[in-house]
């Protein structure tokens, strides 16, 4: 069974309200005691630790975001960057771009204004954008290199994203889908060399029984990366 598991939902942002993809502020005390009540119960069985799925929006949040980790509210923040916030309150998801190439790399540029400020203990799904735009094309392969040069001078992971397993038509390796992992990105990550971490991104607990992780370390040494097993915790500069 598991003996550590975190809990990252997508941030909860103070005056911001974007349900159904996060909840709103007043439910953050609730967030934060069910996994506490999660880590008493299972106290000497399994490690469980509070964190967020965050994007980096500038300094709209930078101090909350500095906030809940040096106060301890949570254990770590991950960055997941489904958009942008180019005013305050306005939050614009890339997937609705009618300008892929320009937005996939306005998404490398945000990724790695968001890396370098330490606060982000990995990067999710870098790879995503293949989903989003079905295209990669030569703007896919300047953002996997610029999302892996500031993965390896930061000293955090990548996160190999299961996700796409629970996507109907998934298949490894076929870069004619539009499913990541994409095998080109994940090529540039081996060559630069950045660490790798293998995410189940689960939405359901029947997503932690995924038959497919086995699969995943496989496609892990197939492209020569280098995998951990145990994330270290970032909390900024």
Not at 116 to 130: A, E, K, M
Not at 220 to 237: A, M, V
């Amino acid at each position: 069974g598991f003996e550590v598991m975190g809990f990252a939902d997508h941030v909860i942002l103070p005056g911001f309200s974007q349900y159904p993809m996060r909840a709103d502020y007043d439910k953050l005390p609730d967030y934060l005691s069910s996994i506490d009540a999660l880590k008493k119960k299972y106290e000497g069985k399994i490690e469980i630790y509070k964190g967020f799925e965050a994007e980096w929006l500038g300094a709209f949040y930078e101090d909350y975001y500095r906030d809940l980790l040096k106060s301890g509210k949570v254990d770590y923040l991950i960055l997941g960057q489904h958009g942008e916030m180019p005013r305050q309150g306005e939050f614009f998801f890339f997937p609705a771009s009618q300008k892929p190439k320009e937005a996939i790399l306005r998404y490398a540029d945000l990724i790695v204004e968001g890396a370098r400020t330490g606060l982000f203990s990995y990067i999710c799904q870098p790879d995503v954008f293949v989903n989003w735009f079905h295209y990669y094309g030569e703007e896919g392969a300047i953002a996997a290199r610029k999302i892996a040069e500031v993965a390896k001078e930061m000293g955090i992971p990548l996160e190999v994203n299961i996700t796409c397993t629970r996507m109907q038509g998934f298949a490894f390796e076929n870069e004619n889908l539009p499913f990541y992992p994409f095998p080109s990105f994940w090529d540039i990550v081996s060559e630069v060399g950045c660490d790798v971490i293998i995410g189940v991104d689960a939405h359901h607990p029947d997503h932690y029984r995924s038959p497919y992780f086995d699969e995943f370390v496989a496609f892990c040494e197939r492209h020569h990366l280098h995998r951990l097993d145990r994330l270290t915790f970032r909390k900024g500069k």
